[in-house]
């Protein structure tokens, strides 16, 4: 399905996918293949399965997806979610965030 949104989609905008899953393997592995088939942007739900993530936890998470694939990240932020409280830097290609 991605391959086919990137083929359909050139010269017409920009494809966005969502690589979030209950399992980190699973969200490295789908953040891996959209970099590799040529997405523009991935994003994805921070760590929020089990709770009790750290604010360093959710920061490490965004780092590894943009690492592994080598994009842009979008990061939601849903407080209700979300363990910790979360400000993101746009600044820098890779994720990031600061307090």
Request: glycine share 10%; aromatic share 8%; net charge negative.
């Amino acid at each position: 399905m991605t391959e086919i949104a990137v083929e359909e989609s050139k010269g017409k905008g920009k494809v966005i996918v969502h690589v979030g899953a209950a399992a980190d393997q699973v969200a490295f592995d789908l953040a891996k293949h959209a970099g590799e088939v040529g997405v523009d942007v991935i994003s994805s739900l921070p760590k929020f399965v089990g709770g009790g993530h750290t604010f360093e936890d959710t920061v490490a998470f965004y780092k590894r997806i943009a690492d592994i694939s080598g994009l842009p990240v979008l990061a939601y932020y849903i407080p209700q979610v979300c363990s910790v409280l979360m400000v993101v830097c746009c600044r820098c290609r890779s994720s990031c965030c600061c307090t």
